[in-house]
T-cell receptor
Framework: GENVEQHPSTLSVQEGDSAVIKCTYS??????FPWYKQELGKGPQLIID?????GEKKDQRIAVTLNKTAKHFSLHITETQPEDSAVYFC??????????????FGQGTRLTINP | DAGITQSPRYKITETGRQVTLMCHQT?????MFWYRQDLGHGLRLIYY???????DKGEVPDGYVVSRSKTENFPLTLESATRSQTSVYFC?????????????FGPGTRLTVL
């Protein structure tokens, strides 16, 4: 089955600097890669996603890149702010029997922005 | 309130007891999911449902039972709770078949099994 590895598990950066979180996946059939942000005491919330027919996607300070050949994708946060402190999860899609897809999640990265 | 809700938010129980975690969504989404979140493991899928009366196992289904008699509800039951089932449980829903449809997560239930 699909396996998603996420690194690093913790990341601490100075406010204003950039943060990069990397994920690798195993199933070459995966075609959808979302990133979720989880704040303390809350459920994960989608912040950006990318489909396999696109190499890069950007939304303000957040960008995601995808390298299908190498089976890895990354989240880039620029000009980090204190409110970016959270746990971030990557995920990759995997076909399930009913014809739709399920998500397999990485282990999570705890990002801390230092003022 | 619109959205996806879970109850209870916190639960403490004892080994061997039956526990049911509730999940309710108001969007009429077809798909619903149960995950558990443990340190170092991220989110792992327990069970999912494609529609009312259609459910299937995820990665870690042992010790759990689900049902879905109505589209909006997807309860998760621990038939005989064990300490290893201490975790934070998240319910999620998504509309339709398209793989790029966003999954919306509930606020979670923190379960402690003593």
């Amino acid at each position: 089955g699909e396996n998603v590895e996420q690194h690093p598990s913790t990341l601490s950066v100075q406010e204003g600097d950039s943060a990069v979180i990397k994920c690798t996946y195993s199933d070459s059939a995966s075609n959808y890669f979302p990133w979720y942000k989880q704040e303390l005491g809350k459920g994960p919330q989608l912040i950006i996603d990318i489909r396999s027919n696109v190499g890069e996607k950007k939304d303000q300070r957040i960008a995601v890149t995808l390298n299908k050949t190498a089976k890895h994708f990354s989240l880039h946060i620029t000009e980090t702010q204190p409110e970016d402190s959270a746990v971030y999860f990557c995920a990759a899609s995997m076909k399930i029997i009913q014809g739709a897809q399920k998500l397999v999640f990485g282990q999570g990265t705890r990002l801390t922005i230092n003022p | 309130d619109a959205g996806i809700t879970q109850s209870p938010r916190y639960k403490i129980t004892e080994t061997g007891r039956q526990v049911t975690l509730m999940c309710h969504q108001t969007w009429s989404h077809s798909y619903m999911f149960w995950y558990r979140q443990d340190l170092g493991h991220g989110l792992r899928l327990i069970y999912y449902s494609a529609a009312a009366d259609i459910t299937d196992k995820g990665e870690v289904p042992d010790g759990y039972v689900v049902s879905r008699s109505k589209t909006e509800n997807f309860p998760l039951t621990l038939e005989s709770a064990t300490r290893s089932q201490t975790s934070v449980y998240f319910c999620a829903s998504k509309p339709g078949l398209a793989d790029y449809n966003e999954q919306f997560f509930g606020p979670g239930t923190r379960l402690t099994v003593l």
